[in-house]
């Protein structure tokens, strides 16, 4: 006997049974109904137990991961990412690029006995994302490890506290790429929303991933969250010669929702202090000897070779992501450590367009956006007049 006849006969029952639905008259009245409350109340309570043992059979019987999708679904992710898409990323870790008009200015150059971090940005001029081009080298790291801990999504929720939820939603095993759904949280900020395909290349002694965002049937959009529309990042994982080290060279370029230039000096200000936590945690990776969290079935087991026709075009390619710093930079560098009167008043107007850009920054917290830029610049610059001022002081004695 099924759930659905159980059901039946219990209702039949309970139909069938005079004393639910006589008045209650007299004390034999009253306890007859207050029996029959009862018994309606467990009939209520059976009824919602049995439709949620249906509910969790059926759950049960369909895949979470939908590894086995229709081939019409299957044929659609298999083209989200392509070799098209290495050829670009290949080009782009080159900066090969035909476009005479981009003009890449440094952002930032740190080292310190285990890491060395350089990054450099570039403005579209057809008014696109901020494009980022940046090169991390770890000691006594190999490019195996460091792929496994950079593709590792378990791990990170451990150690990046900006990553609050992250699944993987979908794996097509022909192609071998993988798409999930990560949810990030920054601070005064609505939490963004990532739903990203991603697949993995094996090169001569290199690793290759490219990412890019999609749609998925299985994550709707969502008011909480602010969906990012635009996403382009990839890199390129290998061992720097003649040393026990390796280095993550990386291409990156996305919409979040935040105004452009408030997003460049957070992430010029924020971004070494997170390589440093990154260190720190591949370190630890690599103490316990940790194997990849996560499903088993995933881009980093299905990875793909590089074609033939892309691997000779990899072997040309050298570094040049900003580790030499050019004698503009060195000359903005200079000009930072000694600040005029020319600066001050930049800082100034900086300051002005931090509280209009701040409120743009967020949905919901444009104000107190605005007030915290406002008091990070004020402060900024009055640490700069202090040392000024101090400069002036020991120069005149």
Not at 153 to 168: A, I, P
């Amino acid at each position: 006997m099924n759930s659905g006849d159980i059901l039946s006969n219990l209702a039949l029952y309970f139909s069938s049974f005079e004393v639910f639905f006589r008045r209650p008259y007299g004390d034999d009245g009253a306890f007859c109904y207050c029996c029959a409350t009862v018994l309606t109340l467990i009939f209520i309570l059976l009824c919602q137990i049995i439709r949620k043992v249906r509910f969790f059979r059926h759950a049960s019987s369909s895949p979470a991961v939908s590894a086995s999708q229709s081939p019409s679904s299957q044929s659609r992710i298999s083209t989200l990412v392509s070799d098209e898409d290495l050829k670009d990323l290949i080009e782009k870790l080159g900066e090969r690029s035909d476009d005479d008009t981009e003009i890449w200015e440094d952002v930032i150059q740190k080292s310190n006995p285990r890491v060395s971090y350089t990054a450099k940005c570039c403005k579209p001029q057809d008014g696109g994302p901020v494009k980022y081009l940046s090169t991390t080298v770890f000691e006594n790291c190999s490019p195996e490890v460091l792929r496994d801990f950079y593709m590792d999504n378990e791990y990170r929720k451990q150690w990046d506290k900006t990553v609050v939820e992250h699944e993987q939603l979908q794996v097509d095993s022909s192609s071998g790429i993988e798409i999930g759904r990560t949810i990030k949280k920054f601070p005064l900020l609505t939490p963004r929303e990532y739903v990203l395909a991603w697949r993995l290349w094996e090169g001569k002694d290199k690793f290759y991933c490219f990412i890019k965002e999609c749609d998925h049937s299985m994550v709707p959009q969502q008011r909480k969250y602010v969906r990012v529309s635009y996403f382009r990042s990839g890199w390129r994982i290998r061992k720097v010669p003649g040393r026990d080290a390796c280095e993550i060279h990386m291409f990156h370029q996305e919409d979040a929702g935040l105004n452009v230039e408030m997003a460049k000096l957070a992430f010029s200000r924020g971004i070494w202090s997170y390589v440093c936590k990154m260190d720190s945690a591949l370190r630890k990776y690599i103490g316990t000897s940790r194997r990849p969290q996560g499903p088993t079935v995933s881009a980093v087991s299905l990875m793909k070779k590089v074609p033939s026709e892309l691997e000779s075009q990899t072997d040309d390619i050298t570094n040049s992501s900003g580790t030499i710093i050019t004698s503009e930079g060195a000359k903005r560098k200079k000009l930072l450590r000694k600040p005029s009167k020319k600066q001050v008043a930049k800082g100034l107007l900086l300051v002005g367009g931090a509280v209009g850009s701040a409120v743009c920054l967020s949905r919901g917290h444009s104000a107190l956006g605005a007030k915290v830029a406002l008091a990070y610049f004020l402060t900024k610059l009055r640490k700069r007049g202090a040392q000024q001022s101090q400069t002036s002081q020991n120069a005149g004695i």
